[in-house]
Nanobody, 111 residues
Framework: AHVVESGGGLVQPGSSLNLSCEFSARIFDGYTVHWYRQAPGKEREWVGLVSADGKHRAYTGSVKGRFNISRDNAKNTIHLQMNNLKDEDTAIYYC?????WGQGTQVTVSL
C-alpha cells in the first residue's frame, strides 16, 4: 500500500499551505479518506474527511471555514488546503484510508 503526504513546511500565522496525499489505486478507489494531525504532546486529532466521490466533506470545528479537502480520483490524490493558519495548527498531518496511513508531513506555524 502506498500513502505519501507532502507539502508541509514552516509558515507564519495567517499564511496558507496545501498538503497533498497520494495513494495507490487499490486502497483509494471507492473509499472515504481522512486527515488527522498530532501536535507535540497531544493525542492524534481528526481534522476532516472526503467521501469516495468527493461530494461530501466534513471538518472538525477548529478548522471549519479555514481548511478545505479536495479529491482528484483520476490521480488517486487528495489535498488539504489550509488557510489563515494559526499557531495551534502546528502538528504532523497524516492522511489515511481504512488501515493505511502515510508517514506524515510536518506543519509548523510560527513567527
Amino acid at each position: 500500500a502506498h500513502v505519501v503526504e507532502s507539502g508541509g513546511g514552516l509558515v507564519q500565522p495567517g499564511s496558507s499551505l496545501n498538503l497533498s496525499c497520494e495513494f495507490s489505486a487499490r486502497i483509494f478507489d471507492g473509499y472515504t479518506v481522512h486527515w488527522y494531525r498530532q501536535a507535540p504532546g497531544k493525542e492524534r486529532e481528526w481534522v476532516g474527511l472526503v467521501s469516495a466521490d468527493g461530494k461530501h466533506r466534513a471538518y472538525t470545528g477548529s478548522v471549519k471555514g479555514r481548511f478545505n479537502i479536495s479529491r482528484d480520483n483520476a490521480k488517486n490524490t487528495i489535498h488539504l488546503q489550509m488557510n489563515n493558519l494559526k499557531d495551534e495548527d502546528t502538528a504532523i498531518y497524516y492522511c489515511g484510508v481504512n488501515d493505511h496511513w502515510g508517514q506524515g508531513t510536518q506543519v509548523t506555524v510560527s513567527l
